[in-house]
T-cell receptor, first 113, second 109 residues
Framework: DGGITQSPKYLFRKEGQNVTLSCEQNLNHDAMYWYRQDPGQGLRLIYYSQIVNDFQKGDIAEGYSVSREKKESFPLTVTSAQKNPTAFYLC????????????FGSGTRLTVV | GESVGLHLPTLSVQEGDNSIINCAYSNSASDYFIWYKQESGKGPQFIIDIRSNMDKRQGQRVTVLLNKTVKHLSLQIAATQPGDSAVYFCAEFGNQFYFGTGTSLTVIP
C-alpha cells in the first residue's frame, strides 16, 4: 500500500541536542512538507520541498533544518537553536503544486526532557 | 498569512444525531477546500473536498457545503457515531494550503 511513514512515533530530546525526524513516502509525490502542531493552534509550516535537492522555508523555519536527497525522503532536524521544540510534528506529501490535497503521516511527538 | 477559523472549538452531540462543523475562510481567491479528521495522536485524514465551482458535495455520511458569498464552509456528518469523535479542521488552498485550528467533536453514547 502506498503511504507516508514517520518515525519514530515518540522522541525525547535532551537540552542542547539535535534530533532528526524521519519521513518517507512511496506515493511518488513530488512535494513534501513539515508542519508543527501545538494544542489549540492550526498547522504551521516549517519547511517544504517541491523537488529533490531543493527546499524552502515556511513560516517557522528557525531552529529547524531539512534535506531532500531523495524523492522519497524528507528528514527534519530539530536543532538546539529551537527553543521550544516540544510539539507534534507532521510530515505531508502531495503532487507538485499541492492542489489535489496533502497526504499526512501519523506524526512524531517530540518532548524535551 | 491566511486566516482559516472555526466558529466553535468544541462540539458535543448525541450518538445518532447529525453534526455540523463550521469554518470561515478569509481569502476569496481560495478555490479548493478540504475537511480533515484527526484522531488523538494521529495524523490528519482526508474526509471530503470541494472546489469553488461547486456549492455542495456529498460523501458517505458526510456533506460539505460551500458558501462563497460569505466565505463559509461547513461539514455535516449524518447519524454521528462514537468513531466520529475527533478534531475536524478545514483547509483552504489559494497558492498553498492554510489550515484552521479545528473543532473537537465528542459523540455521547
Amino acid at each position: 500500500d502506498g503511504g507516508i511513514t514517520q518515525s519514530p512515533k515518540y522522541l525525547f530530546r535532551k537540552e542542547g541536542q539535535n534530533v532528526t525526524l524521519s519521513c518517507e513516502q512511496n506515493l511518488n509525490h513530488d512535494a513534501m512538507y513539515w508542519y508543527r502542531q501545538d494544542p489549540g493552534q492550526g498547522l504551521r509550516l516549517i519547511y517544504y520541498s517541491q523537488i529533490v535537492n531543493d527546499f524552502q522555508k515556511g513560516d517557522i523555519a528557525e531552529g529547524y533544518s531539512v534535506s531532500r536527497e531523495k524523492k522519497e525522503s524528507f528528514p527534519l532536524t530539530v536543532t538546539s537553536a529551537q527553543k521550544n521544540p516540544t510539539a507534534f510534528y507532521l510530515c505531508a506529501s502531495s503532487m507538485l503544486g499541492g492542489r489535489d490535497g496533502y497526504t499526512f503521516g501519523s506524526g512524531t511527538r517530540l518532548t524535551v526532557v | 498569512g491566511e486566516s482559516v477559523g472555526l466558529h466553535l472549538p468544541t462540539l458535543s452531540v448525541q450518538e445518532g444525531d447529525n453534526s455540523i462543523i463550521n469554518c470561515a475562510y478569509s481569502n476569496s481567491a481560495s478555490d479548493y477546500f478540504i475537511w480533515y479528521k484527526q484522531e488523538s495522536g494521529k495524523g490528519p485524514q482526508f474526509i471530503i473536498d470541494i472546489r469553488s465551482n461547486m456549492d455542495k458535495r456529498q460523501g458517505q455520511r458526510v456533506t460539505v457545503l460551500l458558501n462563497k458569498t460569505v466565505k463559509h464552509l461547513s461539514l455535516q456528518i449524518a447519524a454521528t457515531q462514537p468513531g466520529d469523535s475527533a478534531v475536524y479542521f478545514c483547509a483552504e488552498f489559494g497558492n498553498q494550503f492554510y489550515f484552521g485550528t479545528g473543532t473537537s467533536l465528542t459523540v455521547i453514547p
